[in-house]
T-cell receptor
């Protein structure tokens, strides 16, 4: 069965510091990978996704993620954190075809001034 | 920009009562989904719906759950006899197509509290 592991339920960084949110997946087939963000009282918004091709994908708000097949990872990064980045971040995998999204438990990002 | 909407934002109900959670998907989307997140746990898939029938459901989606598209705009999740463990955030999502290449757009969620 497919699964997604997000290391760290809560990550705290200083404003301007590097953001690194970790995601590892297990999948028996090449997956599609996603990062979603949830701001307070809002729905899940797609940040970026990896489907095929270039393994480094860029998303909205300066975020990017790199698909590393050998490490089964899809870590999310942003060079410089902004206060507005404080939110819950979810990594998800969609193994094949019409299969539903499989989510990780989420990581709450706090940004300290 | 089109968005998925859900009502109510928060529902409190007593154990054993029926609840209906409502969603309005994006108008040209054909595939609809319900997910839920119990506090502190993962977002979990419940059910997908296409062409007026369930296309896939998870083990969680047992006989107490049902979904319906009663008209051209609403998509509902009914829980017939709520249990304490049904307390969760319920997310509705929609997409143009079912294939994984098509993004699922999520609503803001309904927080269901069963007392």
């Amino acid at each position: 069965a497919q699964s997604v592991t997000q290391l760290g339920s809560h990550v705290s960084v200083s404003e301007g510091a590097l953001v690194l949110l970790r995601c590892n997946y297990s999948s028996s087939v090449p997956p599609y990978l996603f990062w979603y963000v949830q701001y307070p009282n809002q729905g899940l918004q797609l940040l970026l996704k990896y489907t095929t091709g270039a393994t480094l994908v860029k998303g909205i708000n300066g975020f990017e993620a790199e698909f590393k097949k050998s490490e089964t990872s899809f870590h999310l990064t942003k060079p410089s954190a902004h206060m507005s980045d404080a939110a819950e971040y979810f990594c998800a995998v969609r193994p094949s075809g019409n299969t539903p999204l499989v989510f990780g438990k989420g990581t709450r990002l706090s940004v300290i001034a | 920009e089109p968005e998925v909407t859900q009502t109510p934002s928060h529902q409190v109900t007593q154990m054993g009562q029926e609840v209906i959670l409502r969603c309005v998907p994006i108008s040209n989307h054909l595939y609809f989904y319900w997910y839920r997140q119990i506090l502190g746990q993962k977002v979990e898939f419940l059910v997908s719906f296409y062409n007026n029938e369930i296309s896939e459901k998870s083990e969680i989606f047992d006989d107490q759950f049902s979904v319906e598209r009663p008209d051209g705009s609403n998509f509902t999740l009914k829980i017939r006899s709520t249990k304490l463990e049904d307390s969760a955030m319920y997310f509705c999502a929609s997409s143009e197509r079912g294939d994984r290449a098509y993004e699922q757009y999520f609503g803001p969620g309904t927080r269901l509290t069963v007392t």
